[in-house]
C-alpha cells in the first residue's frame, strides 16, 4: 500500500482519505470524526476510529482498533476489516466483513461473506454469501444465500437460508428455514422450522407450531411439535406431537405420542400411542405396541409387536402378531397369530395361527382358516398398552 501517513485526532467536520493513505491516531483514544469519513481506496486506521459515518468507495480497509459509528458504515465495491468491535446504526459492504471483536448495529447487508469472532447483536442481517457468528448471537431476523455458522443464541423472528445453516450451540429461534440442510449440535426451540433437504438435530428440538422436512431428519434427543411432515427418513430419540407424517420411514428409539400418525413406509418404535388414529401402509416393528383407537395397515404390510385400537383393521395380504380391540377386521388373505376383540370381522382365506377370543359378534368367511375354534369369553386379557 502506497500512501501518506497522516496522523490525525479530533476533526470538526468531514474527513477524506486518498487511497494508499495510513491514518494513525494522536492520541489514545483514538480517531475523532464528527462529519463522514469518506475512502477513497485501500487504507488503514492503526487505532480506533469514531465518526458519524463511513464510505469506503472500492477496495480494502483495516481498522486495528474499534469502528464506531453513529449513523452508516457504506462499501458497496469494498471490503473492511475491524480488529476490534464495530458498532453502527446500519452496515452495508459489497464484499466482505471481518470482525476481530463484536458487531452491534440496527441493520448490517453483506454483499458477499461476514465474519464475526465476539458476539452479534443486530435487528436484522442479510448475506448475500455465508456468515460465520463465532460468538453468541440475538437478532430479530437473519437472511442468507449461501451458508451461515451460528454458535447458538436468540433469532426472534426468523433465519432465511438458501442453502447450509450449521448451530453449535443451543438457539432460541422464531422460524428456520433452509434450502437444503440444517444442523444443529446444541437443544433447539422455536416456533416452526422447515428444509428442503436433511435436518440433523444433535440434542432435544422443541417446535410450538410445525416441522417440514423434504429429506431426512434426525434427532438425537426428544422432538417435540403439533405438526410434523416429512418427505423422507425421520429418526428421533423420542417424539411427542400432535399430527405427523412420514413419507418413507419413522425410526424413534423410544415412545411416540402422538394425535393422529401416518407412515407410508416402516414405522419402528419400542412402543406409540395415538389419541385419534394410525395409518400405516408399510411394516410396523415395535417392542411394547401400538395402541390408537383407529388403527389402520396398509396392503401386504408386516407387523410386529402388538396392536391396540378401538377398530384395528389389517388390509389384504397384511400379517400382524397379537391384536387387541374393539373391532378387528381382517381383509383378504390375511395372516395374524391372536385376536382379542369384543367384535371380530375374518374375510376370505384369512388365517388366525392361534387363539381367537371375542366378548360380542363374530363374522368369520368360509374361507377362512382358524387354528382353533373362536372362544366367546366374559372378559379378554388385558392388553399390554
Given at each position: ?38 475512502f ?37 465495491h ?6 476490534r ?11 466482505s466483513l ?31 454469501g ?30 432465511e ?24 449440535q446444541?437443544?433447539?426451540q ?18 410450538s ?48 405420542l ?46 410386529r409387536?402388538?396392536?391396540?385400537g ?73 392388553a399390554?398398552?
Amino acid at each position: 500500500m502506497r500512501g501518506r501517513t497522516i496522523r490525525v485526532g479530533k476533526v470538526a467536520g468531514d474527513l477524506k482519505v486518498e487511497h494508499g493513505d495510513v491514518l494513525v491516531p494522536e492520541g489514545p483514544e483514538g480517531i475523532q470524526v464528527s462529519g463522514e469519513v469518506a475512502f477513497e481506496g485501500d487504507a488503514a486506521v492503526e487505532g480506533s476510529l469514531s465518526c458519524a459515518s463511513l464510505m469506503l468507495r472500492r477496495g480494502a480497509l483495516q481498522v486495528q482498533g474499534d469502528l464506531t459509528a453513529s449513523g452508516r458504515v457504506e462499501s458497496s465495491h469494498g471490503s473492511i476489516r475491524v480488529a476490534r468491535n464495530l458498532s453502527a446504526r446500519e452496515v452495508e459492504v459489497g464484499r466482505s466483513l471481518v470482525v476481530g471483536g463484536n458487531l452491534q448495529a440496527d441493520r448490517a447487508e453483506l454483499g458477499g461473506r461476514l465474519e464475526v469472532n465476539g458476539a452479534t447483536t443486530v435487528r436484522t442481517l442479510e448475506a448475500g454469501g455465508s456468515i460465520d457468528l463465532r460468538g453468541p448471537l440475538e437478532a430479530e431476523s437473519i437472511e442468507v444465500g449461501g451458508r451461515i455458522v451460528l454458535m447458538g443464541g436468540k433469532v426472534q423472528l426468523q433465519v432465511e437460508v438458501g442453502g447450509i445453516l450449521e448451530v453449535r450451540g443451543p438457539l432460541t429461534f422464531g422460524s428456520l428455514e433452509a434450502g437444503g440442510k440444517i444442523s444443529l449440535q446444541g437443544s433447539a426451540q422455536g416456533d416452526r422450522l422447515e428444509v428442503g433437504g436433511a435436518l440433523d438435530a444433535g440434542g432435544d428440538l422443541t417446535l410450538s407450531r410445525s416441522l417440514e422436512v423434504g429429506g431426512m431428519g434426525s434427532v438425537k434427543g426428544r422432538l417435540r411439535c403439533p405438526q410434523i411432515e416429512v418427505g423422507g427418513l425421520l429418526r428421533s430419540d423420542a417424539l411427542e406431537c400432535g399430527d405427523i407424517e412420514v413419507g418413507g420411514k419413522l425410526e424413534v428409539t423410544k415412545e411416540i405420542l402422538a394425535t393422529r400418525l401416518e407412515v407410508g413406509g416402516k414405522l419402528t418404535a419400542d412402543h406409540g400411542v395415538a389419541k385419534e388414529r394410525v395409518d400405516v401402509g408399510g411394516s410396523i416393528e415395535t417392542r411394547g405396541g401400538l395402541k390408537a383407537p383407529r388403527i389402520d395397515v396398509g396392503e401386504d404390510s408386516r407387523v410386529r409387536g402388538p396392536l391396540i385400537g378401538g377398530t384395528v383393521t389389517l388390509d389384504d395380504e397384511a400379517e400382524a402378531e397379537d391384536i387387541w380391540g374393539e373391532e378387528v377386521r381382517l381383509e383378504r388373505k390375511t395372516v395374524v397369530r391372536n385376536i382379542y376383540a369384543r367384535d371380530v370381522d375374518i374375510g376370505r382365506k384369512a388365517r388366525v395361527d392361534g387363539v381367537v377370543q371375542y366378548t360380542g359378534r363374530l363374522n368369520v368367511d368360509a374361507d377362512a382358516r382358524l387354528a382353533s375354534p373362536p372362544q366367546k369369553v366374559a372378559q379378554l386379557p388385558n392388553a399390554p398398552l
